[in-house]
């Protein structure tokens, strides 16, 4: 799967937007964005992925870019509950004899630590 | 239940013994993951169970971690002969299929002392 890198921190305000980026300039065809978040002392928790187009959910939006080498997870509404560890992970879209070699399996980098201050 | 479940919670040991963590997973799910997330770190995957079989176990740090899931359901992680290295949150995670979103659970702390 390809490397992300992320900003290490960021701290946003409470009700306002928050834009987290993730570079992904090794990103192939075939795989897909995701989002994950971990508030402190919980597991993970899925929030969002994309392949190429845009997408928004009841959490948050998913901005690809057109070339898929970036993207950015918008909070639109900031609250202090936000307050995690974001992680942008990429991974293969899974089909035919691969579903078996790879599963669900996510490899997690650094994430970005985020801080909603009130 | 409605989530993952990991059991137990927090789990203490001695250097050398073995432990074992449970994970129940959410009902219906036929995939199961395990990861061991160190602190200040990212979750590392270790292994993931399709049904009863371990179709990768690419992750296990050496021989002395093995994990079963014998009927499909339940997971057992076990860790033999524990060292100081092994303390870290061992998280599950279960999924629907192997391309749907994966639920995890609040993870077991293991502390070797």
């Known amino acids: 799967d390809a490397k992300t890198t992320q900003p290490t921190s960021m701290d946003c305000a409470e009700g306002r937007a928050a834009n987290l980026p993730c570079n992904h300039s090794?990103?192939?065809?075939?795989?897909?964005v995701y989002w994950y978040r971990q508030i402190h002392s919980q597991g993970p928790q899925y929030i969002i992925h994309?392949?190429?187009n845009n997408e928004t959910n009841e959490m948050a939006s998913l901005i690809i870019t057109e070339d898929r080498k970036s993207s950015t997870l918008i909070l639109p509404h900031a609250t202090l509950r936000d307050t995690a560890v974001y992680y942008c992970i990429v991974r293969v879209a899974l089909g035919g004899w691969r579903i078996k070699a790879a599963g669900n399996k996510l490899t997690f980098g650094g994430g970005t630590r985020v801080l909603v201050k009130p | 239940g409605a989530g993952v479940s990991q059991t137990p919670s927090n789990k203490v040991t001695e250097k050398g013994k073995y432990v074992e963590l449970r994970c129940d997973p959410i009902?219906?799910?036929?995939?199961l993951y395990w990861y061991r997330q160190s602190l200040g770190q990212g979750p590392e995957f270790l292994i993931y169970?399709?049904?009863?079989?371990?179709?990768?176990d690419s992750g296990l740090p050496n021989d002395r971690f093995f994990a079963v899931r014998p009927e499909g359901s339940v997971s057992t992680l076990k860790i033999q002969r524990t060292e100081r290295g092994d303390s870290a949150v061992y998280l599950c995670a279960s999924s629907l299929g192997l391309n749907t979103e994966a639920f995890f659970g609040q993870g077991t702390r293991l502390t070797v002392v």
């Open positions: 009902s219906g799910h036929t995939a």
């Open positions: 994309g392949l190429k």
């Open positions: 169970f399709q049904g009863t079989g371990a179709a990768d």
């Open positions: 090794t990103i192939s065809g075939n795989e897909y």
